[in-house]
């Protein structure tokens, strides 16, 4: 897990290694980016991701430049972010952010098999939705054509967590200035049904327990 690309120097007692850090923040967001480069151009491209064992995956068009670049086996860098809180000091300068970071690096796998592709893209849809992959209809061969997924296996990593008040100079302890912390969490909100739902078909369980499972999950881990 941890290597000369991956090993945190700035403030490295933040750094985690151990695969149960860097799965509860992977499994915890929602989002990654994904950094590359192609002729000497780096681009970094946000998506959706799911995680399955030992390996994230991500998908998407053929047709896209990212998923076709990666393809051909070359370095990227994955990027998760949590933000957990603003760090409000008493100086400018030491004001920071509470959070949980993982980095990935290594080349990505095409996912060509059927029942391999079919589970990556059940890890995609539950790690969005949990409990959605059974109230959907599965992906048919046309759709499974259509869509590229890649696996990037989760053996070069590290997580970088900051938590905690501010942290001043001894000096300024005693400075008139507010100092504390702004927690900040991602919310769901109240579902919005399909003007085109068909009438009789209720809001199924995970739907409506969604909000409470992702706050719980969040304070656990």
């Known amino acids: 897990m941890k290597t000369t690309r991956t ?27 994904v ?4 002729d000497d151009q780096p681009f970094v491209i946000p998506t959706a991701y799911g995680r399955m064992d ?7 068009s053929p047709a896209s430049r990212m998923l076709r670049s990666l393809q051909q086996g070359i370095e990227i860098c994955v990027t998760v972010t949590l933000l957990d ?15 949980r970071s993982v980095v990935l690096c290594g080349t990505a796998e095409l996912v060509s098999e059927r029942e391999e592709k079919m589970q990556a893209l059940y890890a995609l849809t539950e790690h969005v939705m949990p409990g959605r992959w059974a109230e959907t209809r ?3 061969e046309q759709e499974l ?15 970088k967590i900051r938590t905690g008040p501010p942290v ?11 100092a504390g912390i702004i927690p900040l969490r991602m919310q769901a909100g ?23 499972k992702r706050r719980e999950f969040l304070e656990v881990v």
């Open 145 to 159: 054509t259509a869509t590229t997924v890649l696996a990037l296996p989760i053996d070069e990593a590290s997580a």
């Open 168 to 178: 001043d100079d001894a000096a300024d302890y005693g400075l008139p200035h507010w």
């Open 190 to 212: 109240e579902p919005i049904v399909d003007p085109k739902l068909a009438e009789g078909i209720v809001m199924p369980a995970h739907v409506k327990q969604y909000l409470r």
């Open 7 to 33: 090993q945190v120097k700035r403030i490295p007692k933040r750094g985690h290694y151990d695969l149960k850090t860097v799965y509860s923040i992977l499994d915890a967001g929602l989002i990654c980016h």
């Open 85 to 99: 809180g603003l760090v409000l000091a008493r100086s400018a300068m030491h004001h920071s952010m509470n959070y």
């Open 138 to 140: 599965e992906p048919n």
């Open 54 to 60: 030992n390996r994230l995956f991500i998908h998407g």
């Open 35 to 38: 950094g590359f480069a192609v």
